[in-house]
């Protein structure tokens, strides 16, 4: 019998935070939370770490875990990897070399850009895309989310996902191999951290899609925020050499990617329920004549994270102000690497979250029983059962988590039927009580000689 694994998460819920509002089941693009006795609930094997449910909670109940900055003493060197959507977060006079010297100043050892990581991956994917032998669209392996949701939700579009590790983790390894071949340092002494703008990354940290990360940790943009301006501003910070591509950094917002891969045809979509419509049309047989999707479940892509502490709209301007000056400079070419180097080294698997049992036989019966209870249901899908919306909670009554008294509109009519029949035996009475009138002539003599 198929055993359920266990899934780490950085998304965690405060259950003393959370009111019980429901809000953040309406917004999960895959059905993970349920409001039971007033709190909310997270279905530990359908969350993918998206963060949707972060960004809408009015009661800030749901938060993401990172690693402190003082973690960076568990190790004897230490590796920061800036995301390209950190250069978005500060002033147009703040340059990447600014804050490269300011991660330094705040305890890192050394330092691996991921815009180069991610020209490196540019470079790959345009090789990969001109081989014919791959279904199309592919879509980009990226955003650790957008793959969780198609483990999830579409499973049958994996074969679609292109087998190249991301930025992060091509940034991480090359950032390893550097250290240990300069340093002379063995691969436990060295800790490497990600300076992350979402939850997803830390989750494909901590339970990668591979056999293994390179990364360590993963720190929050928006903890790592205030210590890297405090240094900026201080004349003591020493300025770091950068080498970041614009191509590279453009990685960081919608339409990034593809522009540093060019030369095909291309689509880009960001926010993670339009990512979702995308999948949808690919899952029916369409967009063949796409031969490249770039889909981030963030809006704006990277710099729109629930991690980031700057207004993403204010960040979009900052990188494209910021790609026009890295345009006009010299550009240094990346690290030379194989396509080997970048390959995944073993396919994505499903995770059947959504099944109805591992027995086929009793998954059709309990479909069946879905779709009877779903029909019975008002279909208003208004969350006031706690699940967010009819054919779910008609899902959740199959499985015995739920009943359909949970439906508000069901339980008013059982009430109103209640209390029909309360009014009926108001005016009934068990034959034992009160006394029938006698009646007259003959049939009346017999009944009192009876008495």
């Known amino acids: 019998m198929y055993k359920m694994p266990k899934y780490f998460h950085s998304v965690m819920l405060d259950p003393d935070k959370c009111k019980g509002c429901t809000n953040c089941i309406k917004h999960c693009p895959t059905e993970a939370i349920r409001v039971r006795e007033g709190r909310a609930r997270i279905i530990e094997e359908r969350c993918i770490d998206c963060g949707e449910c972060i960004r809408i909670c009015p009661n800030r109940a749901k938060l993401a875990i990172t690693d402190p900055l003082e973690r960076l003493s568990e190790y004897n060197y230490t590796i920061a990897l800036p995301a390209p959507s950190l250069y978005a977060q500060f002033g147009p006079r703040v340059m990447p070399h600014h804050i490269l ?57 994996l074969e679609h996902i292109v087998m190249i590790d991301t930025p992060m983790e091509i940034s991480a390894r090359l950032a390893r191999e550097k250290a240990i071949r300069e340093r002379g340092l063995k691969s436990e002494e060295i800790g490497i951290f990600f300076i992350t703008p979402c939850p997803a990354k830390v989750t494909a940290i901590k339970q990668p899609f591979g056999d293994r990360s390179y990364v360590d940790g993963a720190i929050s943009m928006s903890t790592i925020y205030g210590e890297i301006l405090n240094r900026l501003e201080s004349p003591r910070t020493k300025l770091a050499t950068s080498r970041s591509p614009a191509r590279g950094v453009g990685w960081g ?116 029983e879905v779709e009877q209870i779903t ?72 009944n009192e000689s009876l008495e």
């Open 375 to 446: 029909s019975i249901l008002p279909g208003l899908d208004c969350g006031s059962c706690g699940s967010p919306n009819c054919r779910a909670l008609a899902e959740d009554i199959v499985r015995g988590y739920a009943e359909t008294s949970y439906c508000i509109f069901k339980l008013r009519e059982k009430l109103q039927q209640l209390a029909r029949e309360i009014v009926d035996l108001s005016h009934m009475q068990p034959p034992a009580m009160g006394r029938e009138p006698a009646k007259s002539g003959k049939e009346g003599a017999n």
């Open 101 to 157: 010297g300011a991660l330094l100043d705040t305890g890192f050892d050394d330092y691996y850009e991921v815009a180069v990581g991610a020209e490196i991956v540019s470079n790959a994917l345009r090789r990969y895309l001109g081989q014919k032998s791959h279904p199309r669209p592919l879509i980009s392996s990226a955003c650790p989310a957008v793959v969780r949701l198609m483990q999830v939700r579409f499973p049958g579009l």
């Open 253 to 368: 917002k919608t339409g990034g990617e593809n522009h540093a891969i060019k030369d095909h045809s291309l689509l880009a979509v960001d926010g993670i329920h339009n990512v979702i419509n995308v999948l949808e049309e690919i899952e029916r047989g369409g967009l063949g004549d796409i031969d490249y999707v770039e889909a981030q479940a963030c809006t704006g892509g990277c710099i729109g994270g629930p991690l980031v502490p700057q207004n993403p709209f204010v960040s979009r301007v900052r990188m494209e102000n910021l790609l026009k000056k890295l345009s006009a400079r010299e550009e240094q070419f990346p690290d030379t690497v194989d396509d080997d180097f970048c390959l995944l080294t073993k396919p994505i698997e499903p995770r059947p979250a959504l099944k109805l049992s591992d027995d086929i036989d009793r998954a059709i019966s309990m479909l069946e």
